[in-house]
């Protein structure tokens, strides 16, 4: 016989779900995907977030960003002030900041449907 002990606190209903991925797994039964798993743009995007702040701690502008992270052809020669990708590239470097704080922490905790949506 098998018990486990959950405590009640905000991580309650992951606890719940990784005991019962558990309990089918000790029954040789499918267990599904894990109950934090990320989508692929979600993955994608925490890449490029970390590539993001990686270039940004070595002086790159946010144009040098970018175009490392989306290539050339796609940085336009004027305009890059009001282009979205300077927009996106600024949202990405700072999504890059939070995690490189401690926000990865966030990723071990289900927050809603899909808030660390950035891009």
Known sequence: M???DLPLDRNFD??????????LAL???????????????SRHRH?????????????????EIAQGLFGMNRIP???????DLRSRTI???QMGLRLMRGGYRDLLRRKGKD???IS
């Open 27 to 41: 029954e040789q039964r499918p267990v599904g995907p894990p109950p934090l798993a990320q989508s692929i743009a």
């Open 14 to 23: 992951i606890r719940l779900r990784a005991a019962h991925r558990l309990w």
């Open 2 to 4: 098998v018990a486990l």
């Open 91 to 93: 949202r990405l470097v």
């Open 115 to 117: 808030k660390d949506d």
């Open 77 to 83: 020669g004027r305009g890059w002030k009001t282009h």
């Open 47 to 63: 890449s490029f977030a970390l590539r993001g702040v990686d270039g940004w701690l070595e002086g790159n502008s946010y144009r």
